[in-house]
Each structure stands twice: as structure tokens, then as C-alpha cells.
């Protein structure tokens, strides 16, 4: 008879003990996963809360405290923004009832740019508590850094934390220097609405019935110890009550350090040229001269700087040289201190060099260095008025032709002096500066002025340049009215508010009495970044703004 088959029942409990372990561990397994699922969804709802922190102590309106308005100066540990430090209450889940507690706090340190190895170059950023930081401090710290902690308990009693770091500079969220719209497809020329020239704005200059120009304010960028400063002018059409921009003109200032080399193949600047009714530029040839080479770690273009930017004899008795010391080519130099230089003779030797270089058809060539005409100061809102607008461009008008026809300039503009209570105030200066042009060409500028031609002005290749973060300024009293003067190195944001940047041209108006303020400025092309002049010559034409009068009346 055969055997029945079947389970036995030893066979059925350990099955069954296999079931129960595999049931046991899946629901462990899922209440790992919920808990995990939990935590993260906490973990989340914490960052969303540091990060909407960030936005709200980054959209101050204002620099200084003001009431009703946000302000950067009321950011401190716990303090700014409208979202509260302690106990915030969320959802979790969605869910219209279940909230879950979070601790949100932040710590705030104000951050300065300071000289800690007594060179009197600013090198290093120190928090406030720092004991290496000077005595006197900028009123409005150039940066703060920012730690904002969010903690909670999760459903096990278990303390956790989420961190965000961050930065904040003085550049209120409300304002913008600079806005560009683009418009993908479309082939049409741009059309540039006329706006006041406030801010960063330059002055419009009217050059014909049917051309103008406008300069924006230049774009600052700091490598190291080199500085590369980007200038732009736009050039206009009128199409009432529009402009239509025909082109933009740009050209950077670039600081360098260089070292003496060995003669070799180098390039004549491109210089700028007047051909019938118009402006060309022509090209630089090759040719054997002096020569230098770039320090490691700069810009690109400070090789180029570096081994071009030298003159020969016949350079000069041919007007294709770069810049004039005592009507001879230019020599180098390393700055040892104040008015002290050492000439650089000898291959190795290490100097200082600033370049212009000019984007011709897209690419970028090294012209002459620029000669600076004139310095003038406002108070910053000066040229939101039309009046005020039309006396300095006719200023401009004035110093360009007295500089084409070798005559006295003009004294400088009048009606730029303020009265002001106690508080600080933003000044500006602007720089007109101008292409150096052949003998012949300037000579032909004379002639359209004498006949009446006012063709002259469009021939002419000037620029009228905002400096006031580049330029070095003086009080005559400044126990009465304390200028800032905070180095370029600090500079922080020029696209988003040119003078908030970093604090340079801004008074303090102190107590009761008169103070002249004024600008000054190397007269070629190392004014621009800032630099110390570049030899014992260019220490003996600092040229100084005509300055303003400040009378403060509490």
C-alpha cells in the first residue's frame, strides 16, 4: 500500500517560524522607513526655513535704519528681516492641523578688508571682534557673514539641526544699477529708453542733430593685487522720444605686474584715427624693441601688457608710442614707496604696468594711454536736474576745445556747492578723458572749429567716466567733513548698486563749519585702477578736481 505524502508538523512550525521572522523584519524595515521618510520630510521643512531666513535678510530696502523700512545697518545676531528668531510653528504632511515646532536662530559677524601685515595695503578680512583691527572702522561694515541655524526634536526626543552659511554686502535688493532685457529672436536694433543720469548713470552728450553718446559706470573687478577695470560708452541715435543704440564702445584698464626681458618681436599701439567724416582705428605693427614678461597668476592680457607696452625712439618721431615722459619714451619703474621708484634696467628687473586695451571688431588691442582733462565733483543727485545737465555738458564742450586748440581751460563749474545738515552724504566725480590723436588730425579738429563746423565734436574721442570709486579723495577739515576712502580691494558688487559697492566718496558731515572736498587722480591711465602713479614723472601730474564747498549747518 503507498505511503501517504504531506507536511509533517515539525515541517509546518518551522515554516511558520520563517513566515514570523520575514513578517517581524519587513515591518521593521517599515518603520525604518517611515522614521527616515520623517526625518527628512523635518530636515526639509528646516532648510526651507534657513533658506526663506536668507531671502528676508537679504531684501533690506534700505542702507541705514529707517522707519518703516528694512535697513542692512539692523542685521545683526537675531535681528533683521521680518521673519522672528525662536519658535516657528510649520505644517508637516500637509496636514491643516499637525504643526511641528522649529528653533530658527542666526549669528551675524561684520566682516572689514584691513592691512594686517603693515603695508598699507588692505589684505586680509577680519570679524569685528577681531583685536588686529584698526582703531577707526567704516560706519557701514563691506560685508557680513551670515550662519543661520534651524534645530528641532524629532518624534523620538532626538535633537537635530540643519546649518546655512552665507554672506551679505551693503547692495539693497530694491535697487539695480543695471538691467538688460533680451528678447530671444529678435533681429531688431535695440532701443535704449532716455533715462536720468542718476546713480550710476553718466550724463548723455549730444554730438550731432543725429548722434550722442552715454557712458555707463565702469565695472570694477579686483584679481589679487591687480585690478581690471571694464569702461563702456554707448553711442546713440535719436529716434524721439527714444534712442536707438548704434554701438557700444569698450575698453579695460588692466594693472600689472611685469619683469624685464630680452629685446624681442613686440607691437605698436592701435591708435585712433580721423578718416573723412569718421573715426577708424589703426592697427599696431610688428617690430623688435624691449620687452617685458607677466608675474604668474594675473589676468591674460597682462602678457600682452607686459611685453607691448614699450616705446622706441622712432616710435615717438613717428606718434606711434604709448605714453610721453618730458616729451621722451617712457621708461619703467617699481614702486618702492611715496614718491620713491627704482628704474627697472636690466632683465629681471620687476616693474608696474597699466594698459587700455580696445575691443576693435571683437577683439581686444592695446592703445595709447589715456590723457586725463579734467575732475569734477557733485553731490550725487547734482546731475538729476536738467539745468544742472546742460551746464556740464557744455563744461565738457568747453575743456574739449580749449585741449584741441592748446589754449587756458576754463575754470572749473560753478554751482556745485552744498549745504548739509549732520549725516553722510554720497558724492560723485567724473573723469573726461581723451584719445590722443595725431598732429594732423588734431589740426583738423582746429579748422571745423574755426569755421563754425560743428562736426568737431563727433571727431573727437573722449570719455566722460564715473570715478567716483576710483579716484582718491581729501577733506581740507576733516574734523567738520570725514571722507571715506575704503580700499578698491574690498569692492563687493558694482553691477548691482555702483555706490554701494564699497564706501569711497561718501562724507560724513561732522559738526558745524566749512570743508572743501575734492578728488584726485593719476593723470594716465594708472588713475583708473586706482594705482599709485607709475613713475617719478606721473608723481608730478597728479591732476585734483576743482573740488566743492561743503558748508554743514546742524
Known sequence: M????????????????????????????????????????????????AASKLDDLQSFSMLQPSMGQTSYQNISSDTGGEIAAGEVLLKLWQSESQM??????????????????????????????????????????????????????????????VTLNSELTPVPFTRSAQVRNTVLGNVLPLRVMRQLPIDNLSPMHRLSLTQAVQGIAPSIEVLDSNKVVEISQT??????????????????MISCDCRLAENGRGKTPSITRIEGSTLVTQLGQDIVKAR????????????????????????????NYYRLEDGLRHRHYNRLGDNSFQEAQFRGDAYQEVCRFKRIDGFYHLVPDWEL???????????SLENNRNAYTDFIRQRLKAHIQ??????GLDGRDINLPLGRFQLAAYALYVERLYHEDKAYLNELMVDGDERWLAL?????????????????????????????????????????SYQRGLIETLIAGRSRVHALMSSSNSGLVGHHPLSPFEALYVLEGSGIEIDVQP
Open 373 to 383: 582733462l579734467a575732475i569734477t565733483e557733485f553731490d550725487v543727485r547734482h546731475l
Open 460 to 500: 573727437t574721442p573722449f570719455y566722460d567716466i564715473n570715478v567716483t570709486l576710483l579716484a582718491n579723495w581729501h577733506s581740507s577739515d576733516d574734523q567738520i567733513v570725514n571722507i571715506l576712502q575704503q580700499a578698491i580691494q574690498t569692492v563687493e558688487n558694482v553691477d548691482q548698486d555702483y555706490y554701494a
Open 100 to 161: 511641528t515646532p522649529f528653533d530658527l536662530h542666526w549669528r551675524v559677524k561684520n566682516m572689514y578688508f584691513v592691512d594686517t601685515d603693515n603695508d598699507d595695503v588692505a589684505d586680509s578680512w577680519l570679524p569685528d571682534d577681531d583685536v588686529n583691527l584698526p582703531a577707526t572702522l567704516p560706519v557701514i561694515a563691506p560685508k557680513k557673514a551670515l550662519q543661520i541655524v534651524v534645530s528641532w526634536r524629532d518624534q523620538f526626543d532626538e535633537l537635530l539641526n
Open 292 to 319: 617685458g614678461i607677466a608675474a604668474d597668476d594675473q589676468h591674460t592680457r597682462c602678457e600682452q601688457c607686459c611685453n607691448d607696452h614699450h616705446d622706441t625712439s622712432d616710435m615717438v618721431d613717428t606718434q
Open 235 to 252: 553711442k546713440l541715435k535719436p529716434v524721439l522720444p527714444e534712442y536707438e543704440a548704434e554701438h557700444i564702445e569698450m575698453q579695460q
Open 406 to 411: 592748446n589754449s587756458t581751460a576754463t575754470a
Open 2 to 49: 503507498k505511503a501517504q505524502s504531506g507536511f509533517s508538523l515539525l515541517e509546518v512550525l518551522i515554516a511558520t517560524a520563517i513566515m514570523l521572522f520575514g513578517i517581524v523584519g519587513y515591518v521593521r524595515l517599515q518603520s525604518h522607513y517611515i522614521k527616515l521618510d520623517h526625518t527628512l520630510n523635518l530636515r526639509q521643512q528646516a532648510l526651507s526655513l
